[in-house]
């Protein structure tokens, strides 16, 4: 299995892409009420349930409107870190049924046997590919684990926070600034995707540098493109054609979620329709 799973998870990806006619990755980041003031899980959807009931029902809701717009769903392990395996596994029956890729969005990234660990409890929930900080410096190892496990493995290469110029950009490695080193290193080992932003510092130069660095069919996974509008513009023609757009709160907490969904995807395919055409 470990072998072939990247191309294996490459092909879920393209089929889910082609599918749905649509590069968006509807990110699943439910904070409850009290945790913060806006951007919450409405309070009908907790009413006489436990949590882990209230937040399935909230999560099927929104998948039943966003699954005709996009190709990959992300739920984000911060936000649901009360959740049960069963709870987990019927979240991703749903993804699937649906003929989505589903990420869990954890940014494993720990010593060989920590790593070892979470990639099998991670496949036991169902998921297809999970996200990975590199900063253990173990990247082969990690990709192999994952691919051993059955898991695509998409590894942060070039955040957009501020904070994330001094390790990523003006560190330096062989040579090479801390993203490249990063990018190069996955497509090295045929790891299965790169985070990179969208907002901030990161350049059309930085997302043509990683593109070059990891390969054409390695995926661009990028978030920012909802509430911290990134740059669309910059990422679909500048990242290459295998890329996911992940937006979560815009559409999550949109008055109407499905719609929300279908406007981002339009928007997407618009750009690509004109990338196409240049």
Known sequence: MAANYQRDFLRK?????????????????????????????????LEKKTLEEGILSFFEEFLERVQDYCCAIKP???????????????????????????ILDQKIGDIGSTNDAGFYWMKKMGFDAVTHSPFAGNIKESITAAHAAGLGLITLTLMSNPDAIYFMKEATLEGLKGY????????EYQGDGV???????????????????????????????????GDLEKIINFGGTNIL??????????????????????????????????
């Open 245 to 278: 757009l992940n937006v979560s709160r815009a559409i999550m907490y949109a008055k109407d979620i499905g719609k929300a969904a279908e406007t981002y995807n339009q928007k997407f395919n618009e750009v690509r329709k004109r990338k196409k055409e240049k």
């Open 76 to 102: 984000n392990n911060q936000y649901l870190f009360y959740l049960s395996l069963n709870a987990y596994q019927k979240l991703n029956r749903k993804i699937h049924d649906y003929g989505l890729v589903s």
């Open 195 to 229: 985070v990179v932003g969208a907002t901030g510092h990161v350049t059309k130069e930085d997302i043509s540098t990683i593109r070059k660095l990891a390969g054409d069919e390695t995926i661009m996974l990028v978030p920012g493109i909802g509430k911290q509008q």
């Open 180 to 187: 490249e080193f990063i990018a190069k290193k996955v497509g």
């Open 13 to 45: 990806y393209e089929k889910a892409k082609e599918e749905k006619n649509s590069i968006l990755c509807a990110g699943f980041d439910p904070a409850i009420p009290g945790q913060r003031k806006e951007n919450v899980v409405p309070a009908k959807f």
